[in-house]
């Protein structure tokens, strides 16, 4: 019988923080493209530009003034996905399938640094830190709030994924109920842990085995080899994950102790941490040399502990394993992108490429960005 | 306390086909788009290209030569995501999270009709006929073949839909697994049949409730003056149902009784498909005045009974219920999509105008398309 070959055959993988499969066809990497191109970026952006509503002192289009900030900046979205508390309570549902949730929250933006032309990719480490810091002090802030059931942080970079303005900055939704995708991957977490004998693996609250610590811990240790890590340090993992999607998405999250949260970092698991975030993304733009575009999600415990928590290793709640997603769309070259459409809309995501060579191809990137490198 | 209102009071809803939630942001709509806006569209395009792929007589990629076809034709994809069985067996998993499972089947383009500058809003209805019947065939002789289990019909329909070819063109995944999209439908519209007591809509087999049946019946005969219904016809209805996640989202399916697939179809019911289909795409293309883009998926049961298969109402299979989805990226204009990235990604998807806002303006458009109108 022939041997199967996961890079000629193919296959269906399983995300198991979500259930959802998805269609593996290595051997398609051999289609020509024919359709649609993307624009070429900006380039050589200005430091400052009068335009941005996001640079330093400039008005917004809601008529507010930015802060002079010299780091990172905080402010409310001026087109808010979801609005503060009070709202109105759940109208009668007209038919048993229609229900209405009402939500409630506020949605942040923040800049990362008051340059307008830098990306993560640019910024040194230690701006990178107070980056970190920033995210830390909105999920205590909005999480701490009345209410409010979920903090998700995220980041679009890049005019291909729907960021409307290059000047780095992301934003932070904070909702009344928890989202979707986190709730299945908690949900999923929390059935593994009470399914699963422990490994030798770090494990989650009350002694019992965790998902990520499981798999992360056979990929750093037992998979390496095989190859879907991209990078490690001290603390933190970037791998393509085995179920990865996007061409060359991936997941970062920290592998030596079950980490519930941004909050529950040590300062150096936070330093470890931004390093590691600017070497994939200083990667990322080595790819294609572009300023590679993304989407990046922060998947943790839904709020910070309150003061007065039980120790934490006796909750449960710290089930959550921090972890981040990056979804980036390019597939060939600066221009030529992946689309999930048709087919992985109606039925299930299709990639062409495996996770393992698109680590491979991260992993062979030099660690100095493309525009910095001696010529 | 202050009256709940959908158009400006953040919601959730829920898909009760996925079990996924959509958060409906109305008050997001006056937000101005400053980002990415789409190419114009490729207009006044050739009856034929003799560089077109598709084009009768024309070589394909692969080097094969189309047939000199007069109304459908259809052929194996040269780059097809999935091959013909046999092919080997599972590996071994390295870890218990890390499965592998090897997927055998068939694509298959079909090209929709000879001319290269038609598409189905633009198709005489006879034609699309035509193309419903290849629909079924195909359906009948890929679901028939050993070791599959469920046939995609799909559309991938402008270049920003990934469609790299604009002659009018659908495809065909026949795969040895059932999708993750349609495999959750499935079990949905299982539980519900099972747990949910027959109401006066038709019903499913073995006089089980159906949940689009339900669904159906109440936006067709209850609420149609809320208006999510944008189309109707003597069997079939076109809506932007509850939980539509695009901003133009359509579901289009037979309410007049419980249809499992398109072979189950009359020759009334086909011609009155046929009909609804035109009249859809007409009304998508004159929205913006362009030739609309869009993801079309049709759902039903996973593969055709065969003929000694028991009597239709107490086949337990037949618990699908014929449907089509539309997933159009358009918000406002012929340039400006609706991005699902960031928060969508990594949280929940998330719209702006509500879907009753979106059928009130596709029900409001003319029904003879632009380019034909009388000036
Ligand atoms: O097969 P095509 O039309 O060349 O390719 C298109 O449709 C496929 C199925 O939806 C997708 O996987 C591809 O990403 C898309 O570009
Ligand atoms: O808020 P922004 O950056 O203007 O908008 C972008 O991000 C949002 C959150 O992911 C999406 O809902 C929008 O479709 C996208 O264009």
Redesign the interface.
Known sequence: ??????TT??????N?LTG??V?V?P??T???????TE?PQQANLPEYDPKCYLCPGNTR?GGQQNEKYEHTTVFEND?????PPP?????PA??P????????GGCDVICFHPRHDLTLARLPVPDIERIIEEWSSIYRKRGGQDGIK?V?I???KG???????PHPHG?V?S?S?V????ATELDNLQKYSLSTPPSTAPRGPLGRSC?LC??VT?EVS??QA?GRVVLKNEHWVALVP?WAVWPFEIMLLPYKRHIPSIVHLTLEEKTAFAQILSQITIRYDNLFSCSFAY???I?QRPVPPTTDAVADDQDEENVAHLHL?F?PPLLRSASVRK?????E??????RDLTPEQAATRLRDLPDVHYLNAPK
């Not at 709202?87 to 109208?91: D, F, K, L, T, V």
């Not at 989202?179 to 986190?182: C, F, G, T």
Request: charged share 15%.
């Open positions: 019988e022939i041997q199967f070959d996961p055959h193919p296959h269906r993988r399983v198991p959802e499969h269609l066809s051997h398609r051999k289609r020509p493209w024919l359709g649609q624009p289009a087109y808010a996905a979801v609005l709202g109105p309570s759940a109208p007209p038919h399938l229609l229900t209405t949730e009402p939500v409630q979920y998700q995220f980041e679009n005019a291909m994924m729907g960021c409307s303005n934003q939704w909702l109920a989202p979707s995708l986190p998902l499981d798999y056979f037992v998979a095989e085995w989407s990046m999600g998947h997603h979804a689309f999930l459409v048709g087919f809309l109606m039925a299930e995501p299709q």
